[in-house]
T-cell receptor, first 116, second 115 residues
Framework: ETGVTQSPTHLIKTRGQQVTLRCSSQ?????VSWYQQALGQGPQFIFQ???????GRGNFPPRFSGLQFPNYSSELNVNALELDDSALYLC???????????????FGPGTRLTVL | AQTVTQSQPEMSVQEAETVTLSCTYD???????LFWYKQPPSRQMILVIR??????QNATENRFSVNFQKAAKSFSLKISDSQLGDAAMYFC????????????FGQGTRLTINP
């Protein structure tokens, strides 16, 4: 069983640029959630994609957008980068609609984004 | 809105001893799940244990067990026979299975294991 993978591992961008982060879900999962984790903080929910549709969004501006593909992998796009966007970005995959005990979220290793 | 509070920013324990990490939460939902995740320096968030609110029995996973007090909205994690590999940030989280299934995390507790 393949776990959740994310790319790239690290990324350095400058303010105003755009970035795309990628996530491959665990085999058999149909849902991907994205979280932002600032240094020393707990992760904050950005949004979730279920079967290629957005299934909920946290308190993040529209310049944070996402996609989910037919194979359930996902992208997080951030436009007009700001210094405060520097963080660890985590994706998690799960299986919705499979009954209880199937919707636990399993996390990837994260992408560390630094905005200069 | 759901909130999670971890009141212990840091904890330390001697190897082979037992330690308990505290977590309180607030929710207006009757159906929810509670989790403990571990985040070692490698950054990957690893599931430690899961508890469903409708289950009265406390969850256990090997050396890890929880004390779930629903009326008090408390969900503590007990680690028995602590090992050096247990050193990490530990996050308590809550999830409402209805609607957007987002995890709401606490601020974390950094656990140090002393040899």
């Amino acid at each position: 069983e393949t776990g959740v993978t994310q790319s790239p591992t690290h990324l350095i961008k400058t303010r105003g640029q755009q970035v795309t982060l990628r996530c491959s879900s665990q085999s058999g999962h149909n849902t991907v959630s994205w979280y932002q984790q600032a240094l020393g903080q707990g992760p904050q929910f950005i949004f979730q994609y279920y079967r290629e549709e957005e299934n909920g969004r946290g308190n993040f501006p529209p310049r944070f957008s996402g996609l989910q593909f037919p194979n359930y992998s996902s992208e997080l796009n951030v436009n007009a980068l700001e210094l405060d966007d520097s963080a660890l970005y985590l994706c998690a995959s799960s299986l919705l609609g499979g009954g209880r005990n199937t919707d636990t979220q399993y996390f990837g290793p994260g992408t560390r984004l630094t905005v200069l | 809105a759901q909130t999670v509070t971890q009141s212990q920013p840091e904890m330390s324990v001697q190897e082979a001893e037992t330690v308990t990490l505290s977590c309180t939460y607030d929710t207006s939902e009757s159906d929810y799940y509670l989790f403990w995740y571990k985040q070692p320096p490698s950054r990957q968030m690893i599931l430690v244990i899961r508890q469903e609110a409708y289950k009265q029995q406390n969850a256990t996973e090997n050396r890890f067990s929880v004390n779930f007090q629903k009326a008090a909205k408390s969900f503590s994690l007990k680690i028995s026979d602590s090992q050096l590999g247990d050193a990490a940030m530990y996050f308590c989280a809550i999830l409402n299975p209805q609607g957007a299934q987002k995890l709401v995390f606490g601020q974390g507790t950094r656990l140090t294991i002393n040899p």
